[in-house]
């Protein structure tokens, strides 16, 4: 892969301009995480609504018909269900189990786990549970 930047000090916006043969894997990658870049969500916590950058959220739960988004040190409530996350989000989050999506860049190691789960351990330090029907759509991202 190249990469060339040129700074024009007419250009107003930011503009990126992919050259390729063909629109493969790695091409759609890259698209989607430029895309997420801006990907903005609310969450409220304490009463408070913040805006979510994407990037920033480590993992999203549903626990009693309610979807939370968790980050470094704050979890937030957020309205969206999960199912309707996974159409939104980038590409590097997927669906962990029924009631969790993850963010594969906040992962620190993975560890098998009985009945053909995995065990997903994020840089919180916190273990999460990859149930097996998801744990070769994460090892297939991962090229494992």
Same mark, same amino acid.
């Given at each position: 892969?190249?990469?060339?930047?040129?700074?024009?000090?007419?250009?107003?916006?930011?503009?990126?301009?992919?050259?390729?043969?063909?629109?493969?894997?790695?091409? &759609?990658?890259?698209?989607?995480?430029?895309? $997420?870049?801006? +990907?903005?969500?609310?969450?409220?916590?304490? %009463?408070?609504?913040? #805006?979510?950058?994407?990037?920033?959220?480590?993992?999203?739960?549903?626990?009693?018909?309610?979807?939370?988004?968790?980050?470094?040190?704050?979890?937030?409530?957020?309205?969206?269900?999960?199912?309707?996350?996974?159409?939104?989000?980038?590409?590097?989050?997927?669906?962990? &189990?029924?009631?969790?999506?993850?963010?594969? $860049?906040?992962? +620190?190691?993975?560890?098998?786990?009985?009945? %053909?789960?995995?065990? #997903?351990?994020?840089?919180?330090?916190?273990?999460?549970?990859?149930?097996?029907?998801?744990?070769?759509?994460?090892?297939?991202?991962?090229?494992?």
């Amino acid at each position: 892969m190249k990469i060339t930047i040129r700074e024009n000090e007419g250009q107003d916006e930011l503009e990126i301009v992919i050259l390729c043969r063909k629109v493969d894997e790695q091409v &759609s990658e890259l698209v989607s995480l430029l895309s $997420s870049h801006d +990907k903005k969500l609310t969450g409220v916590m304490d %009463g408070k609504t913040f #805006v979510l950058d994407s990037a920033e959220i480590f993992y999203f739960e549903s626990v009693d018909k309610k979807t939370f988004a968790y980050a470094q040190s704050a979890v937030y409530e957020i309205s969206p269900r999960l199912y309707e996350l996974e159409e939104s989000l980038p590409r590097h989050f997927f669906r962990a &189990s029924k009631s969790t999506v993850v963010n594969i $860049s906040k992962i +620190k190691s993975i560890a098998p786990d009985f009945n %053909g789960r995995l065990e #997903v351990t994020l840089f919180t330090g916190e273990k999460l549970i990859v149930s097996r029907q998801y744990a070769q759509d994460l090892k297939v991202k991962l090229g494992l």
